[in-house]
């Protein structure tokens, strides 16, 4: 299995501030045939289900504000909130979809300091 | 509108078996790829298994924790998917979506979740 694995677990940053948030995988997700990494970034609030911010590691789901962003290649991604708003306090998890079990980081925790 | 609604969440005691459903619309559920995922109480997300198509044989995965307990299945004519879990145990206790890929190749469409609760 691809084991993911996210730092820090929790974090505290102030309104206006940048957050960044770090994903690693224990085998690489770059899939050689299209060059594509198969990482997803997903927000989840508190009672909701969780959304889709970023797929193929950097490409912004339709509606997802700007000031999420996705990078990184290989076994290392980083999830950057450019400037945190309080709408963004969540729970935030990568996922590879490369392999079979599909699965998630063990999540991280987004506060207003 | 794409929607995906669970139901059939509740309190069963260990080792027994409850099956619960996800009733989907808004887009072409005959050709999509769905998936269960759940997460207990606090806890992160676990994937907990798929299936494809009937054009794709309607094909299953199951992660580790629940293979050989649970099976998924699917009505194309009623638009639902089917998780059947048996032989439950306390650790499945958890809130249980399903999601999708409709636009995108990552799970883009996710239910609102059914709690099922393993206790005595």
């Known amino acids: 299995d691809i084991v993911m694995t996210q730092s820090p677990d929790s974090l505290a940053v102030s309104l206006g501030e940048r957050a960044t948030i770090n994903c690693k995988s224990s085998?690489?997700?770059?899939?050689?045939?299209?060059?594509?990494?198969?990482l997803a970034w997903f927000q989840q609030k508190p009672g909701q289900s969780p959304k889709l911010l970023i797929y193929?590691?950097?490409t912004r789901e339709s509606g997802v504000p700007d000031r999420f962003s996705g990078s990184g290649s290989g076994t290392d991604f980083t999830l950057t909130i450019s400037s945190l708003q309080a709408e963004d306090v969540a729970v935030y998890y990568c996922?590879?979809?490369?392999?079979?079990?599909?699965?998630f980081g063990q999540g991280t925790k987004v506060e207003i300091k | 509108e794409v929607q995906l609604v669970e139901s059939g969440g509740a309190l069963i005691k260990p080792g027994g078996s409850l099956r619960i459903s996800c009733t989907a619309s808004?887009?072409?559920?005959?050709?999509?790829?769905m998936s269960w995922v759940r997460q207990a109480p606090g806890k992160g997300l676990e994937w907990v298994g798929r299936?494809?198509?009937?054009?794709?044989?309607?094909?299953?995965d199951y992660a580790a924790p629940v293979k050989g307990r649970f099976t998924i299945s699917r009505d194309d004519s009623k638009n639902t998917l089917y998780l059947q879990m048996n032989s439950l145990k306390t650790e499945d206790t958890a809130v249980y979506f399903c999601?999708?890929?409709?636009?995108?190749?990552?799970?883009?469409?996710w239910g609102q979740g059914t709690l099922v609760t393993v206790s005595s």
């Open positions: 999601a999708t890929s409709v636009k995108v190749v990552a799970f883009d469409y």
């Open positions: 808004g887009f072409s559920f005959s050709n999509a790829w």
């Open positions: 299936i494809n198509t009937k054009t794709d044989g309607e094909t299953t």
């Open positions: 085998q690489s997700l770059l899939y050689s045939s299209n060059n594509k990494n198969y």
């Open positions: 193929w590691a950097s």
């Open positions: 996922q590879q979809y490369y392999g079979i079990p599909r699965t």
